[in-house]
């Protein structure tokens, strides 16, 4: 069981893994700040929710864990106007080489200490963890993925540690944004066949450990919110974009309208169920009460 969480570690971060050697999202597989400079705006209205709750301070953070070709912190840095802009420090952490983009520090270790929002975009589905076929027996397991003979299930106990730790270090809002599952689905054997999957060049290929592809699996976004513990709520994209002010009405016409339709086609993108859109939102205000930065939201029902 541990050996796949080695063996996986390995591939993707071992001295030639996957990562390590700077493969990214935008070769592979599409992830939502490649769609376009949207998400990175919607991030930036709640940006300023938590910089307003904080009381507006002297420097505020904006830290991309995981940020992989550093689309999301780019675009965020080149969209802060105003009072923001001079106050903002973004700031990429990755695993993978530093790129140099204007304006954006990075580093490959999270900072020791965050005052604004952190933003772990796809970033948990690439924490490696441990890999079992039912019959199995682990703590995780007993609480959070009840796994039948012959069941496959991912242990999600490294992911949890991950986020926690993460959480720990913000003052402000914490936000992991990932394909995933919660436990009624799992208990009622939905994933029974587990969710390891590997991709390559925009296709889903078989997983091999020799850092030839993407490893990753579905995350178990309700076991980290309570391992993080504290203020939090667990939606969709779909409906957090909404209530960000991102709903990307078609255009009725006007001098602009091919550039309205384009960009309302990115936001559909962002927002569609079954794709992007059912995407969980797992956010955690840290000192400022969650409920500032999103209204009452349906639940996540990925
Ligand atoms: C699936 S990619 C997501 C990239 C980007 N956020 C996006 O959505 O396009 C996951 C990234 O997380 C990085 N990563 C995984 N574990 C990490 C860690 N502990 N610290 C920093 N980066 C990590 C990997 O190197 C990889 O670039």
């Known amino acids: 069981m541990v050996e796949s969480e080695a063996l996986w570690r390995e591939a993707l971060y071992g001295p030639s893994g996957f990562f390590t050697r700077g493969e990214v999202p935008a070769d592979h597989f599409r992830t939502a700040p490649l769609v376009g400079p949207e998400l990175a705006e919607a991030l930036l209205v709640l940006l300023d929710r938590v910089d307003f709750a904080l009381g507006r301070p002297d420097r505020l953070d904006f830290v991309d864990v995981g940020a992989g070709g550093g689309e999301l912190s780019a675009t965020v840095r080149s969209l802060a106007s105003g009072s923001l802009a001079a106050r903002l420090v973004v700031t990429a952490v990755d695993l993978g080489p530093a790129r140099s983009l204007p304006g954006v520090r990075w580093t490959s270790a999270l900072p020791s200490s965050v005052c604004g929002l952190l933003v772990g975009h796809e970033w948990l589905d690439a924490v490696p963890c441990p890999l079992v076929t039912g ?164 639940p996540w029902q990925p």
């Open 135 to 298: 019959p199995a027996s682990h703590p995780w397991l007993d609480r959070w993925w009840p796994v039948r003979p012959g069941d496959r299930a991912e242990v999600g106990a490294p992911r949890d540690a991950a986020w926690a730790d993460a959480v720990s270090r913000v003052r402000g809002a914490a936000l992991a944004v990932d394909y995933g599952h919660v436990l009624a689905d799992r208990a009622a054997g939905r994933y029974a066949s587990g969710t390891f999957a590997a991709y390559r060049e925009g296709r889903r290929v078989t997983p091999v450990f020799d850092g030839s592809c993407d490893l990753t699996a579905h995350v178990a976004l309700d076991a980290c919110a309570a391992a993080a513990g504290g203020d939090w709520v667990l939606v969709s994209q779909r409906d957090a974009l909404a209530a960000l002010g991102l709903v990307g009405r078609a255009p009725a016409g006007g001098p602009d309208w091919l550039a309205a339709a384009a960009r309302a086609s990115r936001i559909a993108e962002l927002r569609a169920e079954g794709g992007l859109g059912s995407f969980g939102w797992l956010l955690h205000g840290v000192g400022v009460p969650v409920s500032s930065l999103l209204p009452p939201l349906p």
